[in-house]
């Protein structure tokens, strides 16, 4: 059983950077094998996929970050990282980290191991 915990969120100004990280830990698995993704939740909104990186270490981004944000992954450390890069009002949310085992190689997008998140906060 994998399990993620998430820190490095915080208060930041408009423009300013953020990195946030996910360790998982547990036992019986291999972390290079998983797909793992950063979702976020502001108040009264929908939960949204924010960066997906695969196995392979390819690379997705909402709209809403690209060139902003960067998602990576250090497979001996078993951490997900999440830099933001000037920052917005609108990243203000709730920001968790997602895993799911690929099975032969593909990521299916269905995460089903969560963190319990960390609260990013930007003013303006």
């Known amino acids: 059983q994998v399990q993620l915990v998430e820190s490095g969120g915080g208060s930041v100004q408009a423009g300013g950077s953020l990195r946030l990280s996910c360790i998982a830990s547990?036992?019986?698995?291999?972390?290079?094998?998983?797909?793992m993704a950063w979702f976020r939740q502001a108040p009264g909104k929908e939960r949204e996929a924010v960066a997906l990186?695969?196995?392979?270490?390819?690379?997705h981004y909402a709209d809403s970050v690209k060139d902003r944000f960067t998602i990576s992954r250090d497979n001996n450390k078993n951490t997900l990282y999440l830099r933001m890069n000037s920052a917005k009002p609108d990243d203000t949310a709730m920001y968790y980290c997602?895993?799911?085992?690929?099975?032969?190689?593909?990521?299916?997008?269905?995460?089903?191991?969560w963190g319990q998140g960390t609260q990013v906060t930007v003013s303006s």
């Open positions: 990186i695969d196995t392979d270490g390819s690379t």
């Open positions: 997602a895993a799911e085992a690929a099975r032969g190689g593909y990521c299916s997008r269905f995460y089903n191991v």
């Open positions: 547990g036992s019986g698995y291999i972390y290079s094998t998983f797909c």
